[in-house]
């Protein structure tokens, strides 16, 4: 077997290939669009690139078939934020094959040391943790847009390696409609406190208008950033000009009427971010998207093909927390439903094990835990202890094993 690592247009047709072979024939595989996967690795198109670097690699086998191939990649910004310079790794696949699989995670640990990385997660994206986060090990379906699919024997292979469970990253499922396509209601609880909410003088609720998207980019940004400085000090803070580029390319799928934003004295103190599942259409689209493909993504939408919700992101500022403005954006978010009839099921993917709070609201909701991710991380210096992300947060005492993988 051979690494070789990506430099040609053939290498890039090889990397973006792979999948389509190796995922031949299952229906829950979506293949990503070639042009949204190349444009991770392009520093004109991915502003990460200031601040760090990305390398790929793809495996041959003796006949000079490609079985597998990986990522490796620095955001300065994100290793600086944690207690020792770390990378990742991501967009790994490979054939069922233990010594392949290694000789992938060798390169990327490899290239990380050089770079003086002492860890790696993975898999992760060279970009934000709403897309191509975590490894799935359990709930093996059709996955939301941005929500990772892959083979379930990859599992032993991260953990066999050396990773180990960084955290667990769960996604919530809640019918919209029922199969004769009547709306399903709230619980009453989360209805009544959202009336009454909504009532209180000061209080508030918007949803996101691409007419006034700069005013919106701000209240979130506000939103986030104070939301996590509480939860984390050496967060990453988000980048405006990050969220509006994102805003820009997704335009084409964003539904304005389910995003949400609450404000108090026009103060703003919460949102709520869902898009319609763009997966549902993807899948007919084969990664491709060129002429004949955007005219059929133009059917697709207009004929309401996108059934599903995915809530990517929220946020609610600490001393607004348990006051029932999360409630009230549901209310809202249920008005809308009743409006739009298309819309059958709500994925609210995902939420870490780190944030029981928001476990406890999807709960609330009716929801039910569908799926699961993990975020795994390699101590590449063996002198390092290995600690938890929700420990490394909130100071609790880790009750983890102290084994690879902590699998459970």
């Known amino acids: 077997m051979q690494i070789i690592q990506v430099t040609t247009k053939r290498d890039r047709e090889e990397f973006l290939n792979l999948p389509r072979r190796l995922y031949k024939g299952d229906p829950n595989w979506v293949c990503q669009l070639d042009s949204e996967l190349e444009a991770l690795f392009d520093p004109e198109r991915n ?3 200031r601040q760090g670097e990305a390398n790929r690699w793809i495996l041959k086998d003796d006949s000079g078939r490609t079985i597998g191939r990986i990522a490796a990649f620095i955001d300065k910004v994100r290793s600086d934020a944690h207690f020792q310079p770390t990378g990742g790794i991501g967009f790994f696949e490979v054939i069922n094959d233990k010594n392949a699989a290694f000789m992938l995670f060798d390169a990327g640990r490899e290239w990380l040391t050089s770079k003086g990385m002492e860890a790696m997660d993975g898999p992760i994206n060279f970009g934000e943790n709403d897309n191509n986060w975590g490894l799935l090990v359990d709930g093996f379906m059709q996955q939301g847009y941005g929500m990772p699919y892959n083979k379930e024997y990859y599992r032993s292979f991260f953990e066999e390696y050396g990773f180990r469970n960084y955290f667990e990253q769960y996604s919530y499922h809640r019918d919209v409609r029922t199969s004769d396509n009547k709306i399903v209601e709230f619980p009453p609880r989360i209805m009544k406190i959202a009336e009454w909410l909504s ?10 208008e691409f007419a006034r998207k700069q005013k919106f980019i701000d209240d979130l940004v506000e939103i986030y950033n104070a939301t996590w400085k509480s939860f984390k000090e050496d967060f990453t803070p988000l980048d405006p000009e990050l969220l509006d580029a994102l805003f820009r390319k997704a335009k084409p799928v964003i539904d304005q009427d389910i995003i949400w934003f609450a404000y108090f004295n026009d103060k703003p103190i919460a949102f709520f971010i869902l898009y319609p599942d763009f997966n549902q259409i993807l899948k007919s689209l084969r990664g491709k998207l060129h002429l004949l493909n955007k005219i059929r993504f133009l059917y697709f939408k207009l004929t ?4 599903r919700m995915r809530a990517v992101v929220g946020g609610v500022l600490p001393s607004y927390q348990n006051s029932g403005v999360e409630s009230a ?3 809202n978010l249920y008005e809308v439903f009743k409006r739009k009839p ?7 993917s995902w939420v870490g094990d780190f944030n029981p709070k ?7 909701l009716g929801a039910r835990k569908a799926k699961t991710h993990i975020t795994y991380r ?4 063996k002198k390092l202890k290995f600690t938890r992300y929700k420990v490394e947060m909130a100071g609790i005492p880790d009750s983890e094993p102290d084994q690879p993988g902590n699998k459970k």
């Open 329 to 331: 954006i549901f209310y």
């Open 304 to 307: 309401h093909k996108m059934t």
């Open 47 to 49: 502003y990460l690139f």
């Open 342 to 348: 298309w819309y059958k099921e709500l994925e609210l």
């Open 358 to 364: 928001m476990i406890a609201i999807y709960e609330a």
């Open 199 to 208: 009532k209180r003088p000061g209080y508030s609720f918007r949803h996101f």
């Open 378 to 381: 390699y101590l590449i210096n």
